[in-house]
């Protein structure tokens, strides 16, 4: 039972590691990291912007007790002055309280100020490692993009090579089915010039209406040709020949054949 589970734990683990890689995209991970890596350099500086501000307040509290350690001082003066040791002595010891407590300020503004330089420190070397990720990850987006481009661009001439083919094929038949065509145009119209097949419009001829079709022009140019000549020849023209023998000359007037 537990070799079953364990084979179909591996199975959905190597399932959803597959349909994950299918639905990562480089370009969304990358950009996610790198605004991940800027948060936490936004965290770095906030610390040291707390770390400065703590500091900040420290020094005045340390500028608060000096100025209570000069006055504390001038009293013992002016004490000393009028012959009141007693007071002289409450204004020192005063002092002397509040400069034990400027020294222990100084000690944590001296802290304060070696953490303040470790975290500018690092902040710094985050900041550079950022930078040098960005230039790192738009080189690779734009790797990735070109990649993807070169890959459609194969997969589309992988295509259009197919479809080219096809169209081939289809201009090859056309061209055949064309010629065929040509070819029987040209058929046609030497059957139909030879007579050999029926006039399509009108009563189908015979061989003797096409020899008297083709007479027809020939009569219609040797009668123009008559009438020219009796123009010209001031309305005297030969005979007709008579058809199927020579033709009579004509004699002048009185003359005897």
Known sequence: M?????RMSTIFRSKMNKALD???????????????????????RRGVADVVTAKSRLQLQQ?????????????????LAMNREDLARLALTRKQEYQQQSNGLAAQIEQMQAEQQKLVDGEQRLAAKIESFRTQKETIKAQYTAAQAQVKIGEAATGL?????????????????????KARSVAIDELTASGALPELIGEPQDDIDRELAKLGP???????????????????ASAPQIEGGAQTPQLPPGGSQ
């Open 22 to 44: 299918a639905a990562e995209d480089p370009n969304e991970t990358l950009d996610y990291s790198y605004e991940r890596q800027l948060q936490l350099l936004q965290n770095v």
């Open 2 to 6: 537990g070799g079953i589970l364990g």
């Open 218 to 236: 020939a009569n219609s140019v040797d009668n123009e040709l008559e009438r020219m000549k009796r123009q010209l020849g001031g309305g005297t």
């Open 161 to 181: 090579s197919e479809e080219i083919g096809d169209v081939n094929m289809a201009v090859q038949r056309a061209q055949d089915k064309t010629a065929q065509l």
């Open 63 to 79: 500028n608060q007790l000096q100025e209570k350690i000069n006055k504390a001082d001038e009293q013992a003066r002016q004490a």
